[in-house]
Nanobody, 126 residues
Framework: VQLVESGGGLVQAGGSLRLSCATSEFPNDDYAVGWFRQAPGKKREAVSCISSRYDFGSTYYLDSVKGRFTISSDNAKRTVYLQIMNLKPEDTAVYYC??????????????????WGQGIQVTVSS
């Protein structure tokens, strides 16, 4: 599956962004799309995920982003969105979307994802 991120950029603290992940068609009905981020010198971490099961009602959020990040999916557009509110300088990172091609639930583990986008920079100024 091919994934292409868009919507990143430079934002002031307290601002908001909506990242988009456009995907090619999945080969089956059960899959998961996750958003990850990697700051300089840090490990890549999962910030959110959405599973196609239960009509995209199954989601995961990293504890530190709950209440500020919202993941959603527009199946007709084959696009997964990550709405980020109240951005903080510590949100600065390269954000990646990734897919598990056959999955019935989300996963926060990098190794479980099959395909990755190229990444997009989000920079939050204080």
């Amino acid at each position: 599956v091919q994934l292409v991120e868009s919507g990143g950029g430079l934002v002031q603290a307290g601002g908001s962004l909506r990242l988009s992940c456009a995907t090619s068609e999945f080969p089956n009905d059960d899959y998961a799309v996750g958003w990850f981020r990697q700051a300089p010198g840090k490990k890549r971490e999962a910030v959110s995920c959405i599973s196609s099961r239960y009509d995209f009602g199954s989601t995961y959020y990293l504890d530190s982003v709950k209440g500020r990040f919202t993941i959603s999916s527009d199946n007709a557009k084959r696009t997964v969105y990550l709405q980020i509110m109240n951005l903080k300088p510590e949100d600065t990172a390269v954000y990646y979307c990734a897919a598990i091609v056959m999955a019935t639930k989300c996963s926060p583990y990098v190794a479980e994802y099959d395909d990755w986008g190229q990444g997009i920079q989000v920079t939050v100024s204080s």
